[in-house]
């Protein structure tokens, strides 16, 4: 069964400094792999997405994540953190053998500090 | 603009009464699915459809039910056997293949006393 682990519920950085929020799947196949937003009493929004293409993948809002097999590893990374970046961010696995499920981590709330 | 709706925002409910979340969506996504979030648990799956007059159960069915009979429509009622229902509830949909993401409405918030 798949599954995606992100370690710490909570971040704090300083503004302008790299933000680093850290995902892992557990899959036998490596699935697609999503990163999402959501700011407080919102839905969430789409960040980025890896399907097999390039490994780095650029999102919107300066965001990039890099996929490495090897690790099972899909970590979220912005080189300087800005006030708006504060929110939780969520990462997700969809199986690419078919199937509709999404499955998410638990999240990880980031604080940005002036 | 396409979008998902769901409303109400708020909904406050008496404990053992059955109450019914909507959501609309007018992005013409075959498959559509409710989440259900608490602090610290990340989403959870409760039920999803991935064409009219059909669905299947999630994670945490249990206390849940929902129906599909148009393309735009899946509503989510949570009944009185629902032990925990006060949550923050999502709805989703997406195009249908794996790689495709999901949209998401702006949730309902449900408190039960």
């Known amino acids: 069964a798949q599954s995606v682990t992100q370690l710490g519920s909570h971040v704090s950085v300083s503004e302008g400094a790299l933000v680093l929020l850290r995902c892992n799947y557990s899959s036998s196949v490596p699935p697609y792999l999503f990163w999402y937003v959501q700011y407080p009493n919102q839905g969430l929004q789409l960040l980025l997405k890896?399907?097999?293409?390039?490994?780095l993948v650029k999102g919107i809002n300066g965001f990039e994540a890099e996929f490495k097999k090897s690790e099972t590893s899909f970590h979220l990374t912005k080189p300087s953190a800005h006030m708006s970046d504060a929110a939780e961010y969520f990462c997700a696995v969809s199986p690419n053998t078919g199937g509709f499920k999404t499955i998410f981590g638990a999240g990880t709330r980031l604080f940005v500090k002036a | 603009d396409g979008g998902i709706t769901q409303s109400p925002k708020y909904l406050f409910r008496k404990e053992g009464q059955n109450v019914t979340l909507s959501c609309e969506q007018n992005?013409?996504?075959?498959?559509m699915y409710w989440y259900r979030q608490d602090p610290g648990q990340g989403l959870r799956l409760i039920y999803y459809?991935?064409?009219?007059?059909?669905?299947q159960k999630g994670d945490i069915a249990e206390g849940y039910s929902v129906s599909r009979e148009k393309k735009e429509s899946f509503p989510l009622t949570v009944t009185s056997a629902q032990k925990n229902p006060t949550a923050f509830y999502l709805c989703?949909?997406?195009?249908?293949?794996?790689?495709?993401?999901?949209?998401f409405g702006n949730g309902t918030r449900l408190t039960v006393t």
């Open positions: 992005l013409n996504h075959d498959a």
């Open positions: 890896y399907t097999s293409a390039a490994t």
């Open positions: 459809s991935q064409i009219v007059n059909d669905f």
């Open positions: 989703a949909s997406k195009q249908g293949a794996s790689n495709s993401p999901l949209h």
